[in-house]
């Protein structure tokens, strides 16, 4: 099955191969800024299975709270609806002086 992105482009006549070989447009999966792109999808997902296994050794420290924030790599802004509420709860921690 092709994605309809790539027979858009094919169809248009461009090429459809990859200048870079780490991108394998024919494989499910490729890592793209942190993210996986489901490339037969033409999706983006975000693979969480390290955040959670850090998150399940249940340290509830403030710092503990911002090492798990910081381990969330987002530079597209994708899931910040999310990772805003984190932070906005270690603001509040410090704004009501809760050790």
Do not use: H
């Not at 191969?17 to 394998?24: A, E, F, L, M």
């Not at 997902?45 to 798990?68: A, H, M, P, R, V």
């Amino acid at each position: 099955m092709t994605p309809p992105l790539m027979s858009q482009w094919a169809a248009k006549g461009f090429d459809t191969y990859p200048v870079d070989t780490s991108v394998s447009l024919g494989s499910n999966k490729t890592k793209v800024l942190g993210l996986a792109w489901q490339t037969l999808d033409d999706c983006l997902t975000l693979d969480t299975k390290g955040l959670l296994e850090f998150i399940s050794t249940n340290k509830n420290t403030k710092t503990f709270l911002l090492q798990t924030i910081g381990n969330i790599f987002d530079p597209l802004g994708l899931i910040s609806p999310f990772t805003i509420r984190m932070k906005c709860l270690i603001q509040e921690f410090w704004k009501n002086k809760i050790t």
